[in-house]
């Protein structure tokens, strides 16, 4: 090392000054080597030296030098000193290209990418605190203190045990309950080993896609829905067949004329975002449908469990006499989406590919918390809580309706769902959703903009607002800049 190269080496430690120190002067004598200003063969001044020369103890450079000569930048030479590794690359190889030129030597992503960020990019993302965000639970009244209760429990009793447990499928007791929750409330046919316990929802559609579709399957989807049921059948390679909703439900007429569907993807329950419920003749031609077809369908159950206007709905699985619906749920707005639980029950024929699939993406959803679920469960735990939030998200919902009636009658129409956490307003006006939905994110208010979930070029106008996890007051104030962002543009 000459002077320049201490000089630098000085005015770089300075810059640089961080604890551990040992650390920092490996970062700065590695970062010395792979720029090239060290270079292959330089001789490494003594560590005496060093340590005067940058005002540390030699323990800070013995530590430094020793963990550099570990990762193969320096080499010792019995009784001639430390000296840079000959096995360090060319500088220029080393230091890269900058800007374009670094583009240009960078591999080429998935194609898949781009349908991922295409669609994030459609459907922009906004904090979950704030009104009004859709699927967000009211956490506030959710019985952490049993949960907390049933956590500790569990690791106390039989935590070593089930530390080792590696079931792709899930948890079996949770699955036990589960199949019969799902038979008592949904009319579900099926049983616990026909339950694949996934990370949320979302992993299930991606789940299902891996296992049954190929390069270029054509999947008919609900039009408008959920933006991420795009990324699952685009990033898996699949095509996307937008069908149109009608009142009863996805349409048949266009449907019927489609050849090659691999699958067709619908929320029987509840549509999202419109909150159309299928009815029970739709139901059962889509069935037929399928069969003609040799089809598969997904039923994504969302938000099935809050339905205000009468008793739960039949599933469409528990209409199916083929084995041909795949059905998909998830326990994040029951529960709190941080526990990232969801479930895919499949045909009797799916079970060992499903189970298979699962095993190579992620090996299984976290044990400890599928067996406090399953005591959730077990222990009545589950149910109460529903009753309580079903309850208290319809008097929520039914406020929100009347302010909505009651302040922006000039400005919306409520298109009316039985049930559900959140309301979809039809523009009455010619806004441009999407710049109002912007413009109230940046006075704090979350409103997604109903165009956002179409594909077509047929877009209705709309905003939709989640009310689950606000109260009235926060309603209130979220529906006041509503209409003052409005007035405003």
């Known amino acids: 090392m000459d002077d320049l190269q201490i000089s630098h080496l000085k005015e770089v430690w300075g810059r640089s000054y961080e604890r551990p120190l040992y650390r920092t002067l490996y970062s700065v004598l590695r970062d010395f080597i792979l720029s090239g200003e060290l270079p292959a063969g330089e001789k490494i001044f003594p560590s005496r030296r060093l340590a005067q020369t940058l005002s540390v103890s030699r323990n800070t450079v013995t530590q430094a030098i020793e963990l550099l000569q570990s990762d193969g930048f320096l080499i010792a030479r019995q009784g001639d ?48 605190g704030v009104a009004f965000s859709p699927g967000v639970p009211a956490l506030d009244l959710f019985p952490f203190d049993v949960w907390a209760r049933l956590l500790s429990r569990r690791w106390r009793l039989s935590g070593p045990k089930l530390a080792m447990q590696e079931d792709p499928a899930g948890y079996e007791a949770l699955r036990c309950e589960l199949s019969q929750y799902l038979r008592r409330t949904r009319g579900l046919k099926c049983g616990a080993h026909q339950i694949i316990i996934v990370s949320g929802a979302q992993q299930g559609l991606d789940l299902l896609g891996r296992v049954l579709w190929e390069e270029g399957d054509r999947v008919a989807i609900e039009e408008p829905a959920f933006p991420g049921m795009d990324g699952v059948v685009l990033g898996n390679g699949a095509l996307i067949e937008p069908i149109a909703l009608d009142d009863e439900g996805i349409s048949m007429d266009y449907l019927a004329g489609l050849t090659g569907v691999k699958s067709i993807m619908v929320m029987p329950s509840r549509n999202y975002p ?216």
């Open 274 to 489: 419109l909150g159309t419920t299928m009815s029970l003749g739709r139901r059962m031609a889509l069935l037929e449908l399928a069969r003609q077809k040799c089809s598969w369908i997904i039923e994504d159950d969302f938000d099935c469990e809050f339905r205000f206007d009468g008793p739960p709905l039949t599933s469409l699985q528990g209409l199916d006499k083929d084995g041909r619906v795949i059905y998909v749920g998830t326990f994040s707005r029951i529960i709190f989406p941080a526990l990232r639980l969801g479930f895919v029950v499949v045909p009797e024929t799916l079970v060992d590919p499903f189970i298979a699939a699962k095993a190579y993406i992620d090996g299984h959803a976290s044990i400890i918390h599928q067996a406090v679920l399953a005591d959730f469960f077990n222990e009545g735990y589950f149910d109460s809580h529903l009753r309580r939030m079903k309850k208290l998200y319809k008097e929520r919902r039914n406020y929100l309706i009347e302010q909505v009636e009651s302040r922006l009658p000039d400005y919306f129409e409520i298109n009316l769902a039985d049930g559900g956490l959140h309301i979809c307003l039809l523009c009455k006006q010619p806004i441009e959703d999407t710049v109002l939905s912007r413009a109230l994110h940046n006075v704090g208010i979350v409103a997604r903009p109903l165009s956002s979930f179409y594909r077509l070029p047929f877009k209705k106008q709309g905003l939709v607002l989640g009310f689950a996890g606000f109260d009235k007051k926060t309603i209130d104030a979220g529906l006041q800049q509503i209409e003052k962002t409005i007035k405003r543009m």
């Open 81 to 128: 000193g430390v000296y840079v590794s000959y096995d360090i690359a060319s500088p220029d190889l080393l230091r890269g290209g900058e800007g374009e030129e670094a583009d240009q030597r960078t591999p080429a992503l998935a194609g898949r990418v781009k349908h991922w960020q295409g669609v994030r990019k459609r459907h922009y993302r906004f904090g979950a």
